[in-house]
């Protein structure tokens, strides 16, 4: 007999939904056959079997178990799985890690605070929504040991009572992971910050005819994740992570992380690789990211191995802009909107074009004044770009 487990996929997440099963029940299973999908908050996973034999399904599609819960079975033969039902019908009974919830009412649970006793009360082993709502609402269905007194939740979807604010809103799987990110860089990482202003406009018009000539929209996003990579060799402990408080491990390449919202949530897929890549090839990349980006269909493997990442905030009202530091990572750079402001030039007003871009970083690995040559390097590529290669 084989457990089926959900794998940890990524840092983040600490359960899965199971879309669906590739196969039926007591199907033949071979080792390595895609035998699920699983959803985390950041992508969409086929799981292997690590062996075979007969399927036994214990976890329907629909439902959000957790990491490391067991799914699914193989069996040898029929006489193994017959055996081990057996044996297992009066554990299952009294084992709460047995509990199936779907995803729908696993959202409700988080945002209501159902505690474990009170799912127990219900005496279910499959937990749906409409369960969780009469939860909510103090119902029959909340009968039982957690049920005592008045109930322990606010109201479900509608009026709240006037001391809670108005009605709640459940936040989206995507959203509660990006926030387990942000509250883990906030709780872990002792970050500083500094920005310079950047001139641009030799970059651009370099940019633009490189655009021309591959036939890809190359802007100063594409050239900035290009520029980090030229910088690691020179600047190395803005790449890599941090093992203990006395140890840093160098990153043996620049894979550039970079932030995508477009309207879908927060996704920081990676650009591997980045000194393989030509200015062109960076494009296209990203290019391809940002419709992953609009249809939420990236894989595991885009978003993650940073070794450094890129945060943008481009609205032209955007000043200046501190980002995060992805937990494993050392630094994040900012890069704001290009704009345009006046200036005097050979004694006649004139206008050029600025950004401002800054780095946050773990003041454990980097100090001030190597954050300040970091950013001066950066902005002595883009002010003076001796030319646009590999476009």
Avoid at 96 to 114: D, F, M, N, P, V
Avoid at 162 to 171: E, H, I, S, Y
Wanted: charged share 25%; aromatic share 4%.
């Amino acid at each position: 007999m084989h457990e089926v487990l959900v794998p940890r996929l990524n840092p983040n997440d600490e359960t899965a939904i199971l879309v669906e099963w590739y196969s039926e029940p007591g199907a033949s299973i071979g080792s390595g056959d895609a035998i699920a999908l699983l959803e985390t908050s950041k992508a969409s996973v086929d799981l292997e079997a690590e062996a075979e034999g007969l399927l036994h399904i214990v976890v329907e599609a629909g439902a959000e178990p957790r990491i490391g819960e067991v799914i699914a079975y193989l069996f040898s033969d029929e006489a193994e799985r017959d055996s081990f039902l057996k044996q297992k019908t009066e554990s299952r009974a009294s084992d709460t890690s047995s509990l199936t919830i779907t995803k729908k009412a696993r959202e409700l649970i988080q945002a209501h605070g159902i505690t474990e006793e009170q799912l127990l009360g219900l005496g279910k082993r499959v937990i749906k929504t409409g369960d969780v709502t009469r939860l909510v609402k103090g119902g029959p269905a909340a009968a039982g040991p957690a049920a005592a007194g008045p109930p322990a939740v606010s109201a479900g979807p509608g009026p709240a009572p006037a001391d809670k604010g108005g009605p709640t809103v459940a936040l989206s799987r995507h959203q509660v992971a990006v926030g387990r990110t942000v509250a883990a860089s906030h709780r872990e990482i002792p970050r500083a910050f500094v920005a310079v202003r950047v001139v641009c406009d030799a970059l651009l018009e370099g940019l633009a005819r490189a655009s021309a000539s591959a036939g890809v929209e190359i802007g100063l996003v594409e050239y900035v994740v290009r520029a980090c990579a030229r910088l690691r060799k020179r600047h190395q402990l803005f790449f890599g992570s941090l093992l203990d408080e006395r140890t840093f491990l160098p990153a043996a390449t620049t894979n550039v992380g970079i932030t995508l919202d477009v309207g879908k949530g927060l996704f920081v897929p990676v650009v591997h690789d980045v000194e393989s890549l030509s200015l062109a090839d960076v494009a296209r990349v990203l290019a391809d990211y940002k419709f992953k980006a609009f249809r939420d269909s990236f894989a595991e493997s885009e978003l993650e191995g940073g070794s450094i990442s890129v945060s943008l905030n481009t609205d032209a009202d955007v000043v200046v802009s501190v980002p995060v530091i992805m937990p494993g990572q050392i630094a994040m750079v900012s890069l704001t909107a290009v704009i345009e402001e006046p200036w005097i030039a050979d004694g006649a007003l004139t206008t050029r074009k600025v950004t401002n871009i800054g780095v946050a970083y773990d003041h454990r690995v980097v100090n001030g004044a190597d954050a300040v040559a970091f950013c001066k390097a950066l902005k002595a590529t883009i002010e003076k770009p001796r030319e646009i290669e590999d476009a």
